[in-house]
């Protein structure tokens, strides 16, 4: 067959395939990159009737109300940056102990299952997390903690202001909880792959000059990879800001400003999660879209400095 | 000097409990989520779940058409992001190297792959259900396909980079041209770690339910057309999930056990594949 199509020598022919492969892979990567273009330009155009209507109060303002068509971003602006923030710092401690722990104390028999299965679960879906939140935690959460702090508060103190909501277990505070379950695996996984980075030589060295195990992580291990664990933190904080599903199970869904930590709430990416393919109107669907567009801009923005803070601590 | 020595030896026994502590913690969780699933979801496991349709409200039924329409849709998807994928993983790791265009799409690649994925459902929405006027199966596989292709791109990358120099001048040695060095020789080495780029991409997007909420959108009758909405098992999953209905409810959870077993035993071959292939 190629002899029918193919003109010229050998070499000709053979050169001709080489462009054409070339291009097909400078082709491919570039497509790759349109995508992310297209990403930022069709929720820039998508969101601007929202950005035209409403100006900058459209950051600042917390009503969302489709009957008036008025619309504010600052309640799921506030419920992303709350929920991913407290996520983290449940998640943060116990991933660090995790990684440090299967580096450092594990037997070495119990060690590598451990980190498989640790990696394993990072990879379960997260409607399964959701599930888990909704019918799980929130009950036993409503129960055994909401509303015992309930009853003991009296109203109008400070322990009300940062506890007092309905006591049905789906509110912001849960929401993080389920958030930081499903980001300890993955952290935790990428921690200790950090951890192995540093030559075991230094860290053999330290052992020698009789330093405690605490004492090697402490002044070796973690200032050795200093830099790359800020990545790695800031990777975790990207994955809990455009979170989806596990969320968007458990958050309440209210948009109005959330008044204390066990309050409904929203995040973006769960209104519009929840509200997209019901949107309205016009400028219901636009609001929804430049919503998307300001997640986008936090999470590129966040990981960006992860993998910039990441560079050449791979490979 | 003793009573120091005293003191670091107890700091650091600490220190070890506390990590051991956030170990068993962590695992505490984990078993906690898994043994939910399958307490909940063993019992709805069984022929009836793959033979048929989803049921109305309050009676009995399969997800016969969420698993046809996710299998549809991750196979399309999966395709393209394989073709894709791994050109451009092989544009970064071949012609690429050390080059400043070559560093910024390895970059942007990296940012795409842990972008969240309800945007990609948006650029989708807005790319191809906005202007056809109609949410589709192929909408749905696009949307997979660019969740997938980041995770192709970087396995590719990764396994070419590790095939040794020695192999390539072998093939050039041979008066074979860059590319067919590549294709034949590279690429044919390197089957195994491509093929664990591919399964990743699979069990990650197997699971995904954002990106198909506005472009599939769920179906509740039995369809194999990509070009009309196609259900999904996420996506319905999710509505069951949210339902009040016990029937409902308990195939969510069958739903999910499904999913997550699947997710599991793919990541499982994907890692004994790279294992083979040295990638780590």
Known sequence: MASLFSTGTVTERQGAGETLFR?????????????????????????????????????????????????????????????????????L??????????????????????????????????????????????????EHIQLPIALSTTPGSWADAFFSGTPNGANIFTASLVLAVMILPYMAAVFRELFLTVPAQVREAAYGLGCTPLEVV???????????????????????LGETMAVTFIIGNAHAMPRSLFDGGSTIASTIANEFTEATGVLHEASLVALGLILFLMTFAVLAL?????????? | MQSRAAQRKLANGIFVGLCGLATAIALAFLVAILWTLISKGLSGIGATLFTIDQPAPGSKGGLRNAIV??????????????????????WLAEYAVGTKAGAIVRFLNDVLLSAPSILIGLFVYELLVAPFQGFSGYAGAVALAFVATPIVVRTTEDILLLQPA???????????????????????????GLLTGGLLGFARISGETAPLLFTSLGNQFYNANPSQPMASLPTTIFQ??????????????????LIAVAVLVVNIIGRILARESHLS
Do not use: H
Request: aromatic fraction near 10%.
């Open chain 2, 69 to 90: 329409g996710s299998l549809i849709m991750c196979g399309m998807g999966m395709a393209a992001a394989l073709v894709i994928g791994i050109l451009a993983g092989t």
């Open chain 1, 306 to 315: 992860a993998r910039f803070l990441l560079q050449g601590s791979e490979r």
């Open chain 2, 240 to 257: 069951f999930a949210l339902s009040a209905y016990d029937e409902w409810q308990n195939l969510a959870w069958a739903g999910a056990l």
């Open chain 1, 93 to 142: 401690p116990l991933a660090l102990g995790v990684a440090i722990f299967l580096v450092e104390f594990c037997p070495a028999t119990l060690a590598p299952p451990v980190a498989v299965a640790i990696e394993l679960l990072a990879g379960i879906p997260s409607i399964v997390y959701g599930m888990w939140g909704l019918f799980v935690l929130a009950p036993w959460f409503a």
């Open chain 1, 218 to 240: 402490r002044s070796i291990t973690i200032p050795s990879v200093k830099r790359s664990m800020i990545g790695v933190i800031m990777l975790g904080l990207g994955r809990a």
């Open chain 2, 166 to 192: 020695a192999l390539r001048e072998a093939g050039m040695a041979l008066g074979a041209g860059r590319a067919l060095v590549i294709r034949r020789i590279v690429w044919r080495a390197a089957r195994t």
């Open chain 1, 23 to 91: 291009f097909a892979c400078a082709a491919a990567a570039t497509l790759l990159m349109t995508a992310l273009a297209g990403v930022v330009v069709s929720l820039a155009i998508g969101g601007w009737p929202a950005f035209r209507a409403f100006g900058p109060g459209f950051l600042f303002t917390a009503t969302w109300n489709p009957v008036t068509e008025i619309y504010g971003a600052a309640g799921p602006i506030v419920g992303t940056i709350v929920t991913a923030g407290i996520a983290l710092l449940f998640a």
